[in-house]
């Protein structure tokens, strides 16, 4: 028993969605594309999870924020892969590969064959039994990484409603469900093990405005340890949290956000692997010129710094995805991706962006106790990197430009006396950045960590570039 079709997604997430929008732009037939997906429902702004979906008031639901909606594209509902004739095989679990034979196995004993297969299968949340502890299965533990995992989130958030939360990890989850949390009236306290948050990219001033912000609002941090093990109730629910400090944190639920993990298994062995994702080329075409891969599962060269990288961001997934199409129906016009890493958040009242690479020596600028300011990184004589909280449309593109084209520095003292100046000054004499076939999510993923969490939490945020609002205005963006 089996089918073939010309082209196959395997995996059903952002990327899927973004890569069957490029098809259909690009003449794809109806019957050759199908999309292979183990959750139930066609691919979904996943940002949405973290941000408009865990609202008390006016909650984000499906169909609202299908893809593509987070790049200002159209919503690609179950009956538009319909209308275009896109098979969505949905619930549907792929046990096995042959790259050699192009054909994958489901667990159902279905056989499908590809002449072209683009890899998207994203990543999974990291669990805590993966780290020697137990009690994944509590009934108030939750994780975050799919709409299953949500709902859940949501259910056991309103049973807690003015109790107590206990924040596993100080990463993007870590932070975003933190925010959630507080705004759903549950008095948090945030654990990781490093010396501050969002470590993989804050300097620690930059973190300390937003862990002093976080604290107006009721958070409390514990900052140093990790969790040593829980009290389960005859419930079978967490009670309390063991820190291997010492501290003992009462709860009434807790968010476990401890970082990601590349789903690369039905590989492994059969394409090239490199810093836990699957390597690919500039044209986003693994080991085996047939296959492709994309998003968090991809390792790719990262032509601004020269070397591969992977990357867990929801920009890079979508940008990845079109690439990817691109490159394979239309490979002569198609060039390699060149994408400028891209990372932002909103919580509460609070926005930022960063852009390119924090390596280097880090030049603040701005005013810490308002409401705009920022940080240059400047590495063998180079801007690198730039990071903007609370700025408008035309400074975030301002960050974004001179990020990308790595203007010469001599005076750091200077670049700090000049501050966002010095990119608004810049981006109007320097040319236009080429039309991105990528244009932006990074920071190194594959170093190891100090501590066994330290891994940035990866269900990662999103929306685009243009669309810098807050969350919780009248008019807000949720995803």
């Not at 533990?141 to 056991?156: E, F, G, K």
């Not at 685009?464 to 807050?470: D, I, K, N």
Request: contains cysteine; glycine residues 10%; proline residues 5%.
């Amino acid at each position: 028993m089996g089918r073939a079709f010309v082209y196959v997604i395997l995996g059903g997430g952002v990327a899927a969605g973004y890569a069957a929008l490029e098809f259909t732009r690009r003449g794809v037939s109806h019957g050759e594309l199908c999309i292979i997906s183990e959750e139930s429902v066609v691919p979904y702004e996943r940002p949405a999870l973290s941000k408009g979906f865990l609202l008390p008031e006016d909650p984000a639901r499906l169909p609202s924020f299908h893809t593509c909606v987070g790049a200002n594209e159209e919503k690609l509902t179950p009956k538009w892969y319909k209308e275009h004739g896109i098979e969505v095989v949905l619930g549907t679990r792929v046990k096995s590969a042959d790259v050699k034979r192009k054909t994958l196995l489901t667990a159902t004993g279905e056989t499908i064959s590809y002449k072209f297969l683009i890899i998207a299968t994203g990543a999974r949340a990291l669990k805590l039994e993966e780290f020697g502890l137990t009690g994944s299965d509590a009934g108030n533990v939750c994780y975050l990484r799919d709409l299953v995992d949500a709902t859940r989130l949501v259910d056991v958030m309103r049973s807690c409603i003015g109790g107590k939360a206990v924040v596993i990890g100080g990463g993007y989850i870590g932070m975003e469900c933190a925010a959630s949390l507080v705004i759903n009236k549950l008095t948090v306290t945030m654990v990781f093990p490093e010396p501050h948050c969002m470590a993989r990219l804050f300097t620690p001033k930059i973190a300390g405005y937003y862990e002093d912000y976080y604290m107006a609002k009721g958070v409390k941090f514990i900052k140093g340890t990790v969790l040593s093990s829980f009290e389960i109730n005859s419930d079978g629910k967490v009670s309390a949290v063991n820190l291997k400090d010492g501290n003992r944190l009462p709860a009434d639920m807790v968010v476990v956000g401890i970082g990601i993990r590349p789903n690369t298994a039905l590989f492994e062995g059969q394409l090239t692997m490199e810093k836990g994702g699957i390597k690919v080329n500039g044209r986003m075409q693994t080991s085996d010129s047939s296959v492709y891969a994309v998003g968090d599962v991809a390792a790719f060269p990262v032509k601004l710094f020269g070397e591969t990288r992977r990357l867990e961001h929801v920009d890079s997934a979508r940008k990845s995805a079109r690439h990817t199409v691109a490159a394979i129906m239309d490979p002569e016009k198609t060039n390699e991706f060149d994408y400028l890493p891209f990372f932002y958040s909103r919580v509460f009242t609070l926005s930022w962006q960063f852009y390119g690479d924090n390596a280097g020596e880090v030049v603040h600028f701005g005013d810490f106790s308002g409401n705009t300011f920022g940080a240059y990184w400047v590495n063998k004589g180079h801007l690198v990197g730039s990071f903007l909280e609370g700025g408008s449309k035309e400074q975030y593109e301002a960050i974004s430009k001179v990020s990308r084209l790595r203007p010469a520095i001599e005076d750091l003292g200077e670049l700090e006396k000049l501050g966002l100046g010095y990119a608004l000054a810049e981006s109007q004499k320097l040319p236009p950045p080429p039309p991105p076939s990528g244009g932006g999510s990074a920071l190194v993923l594959d170093k190891k960590p100090l501590y066994a969490w330290h891994a940035m939490a990866g269900v990662i945020v999103a929306a685009s570039v243009a669309a810098v609002a807050y969350w919780y205005g009248k008019k807000r963006r949720r995803w």
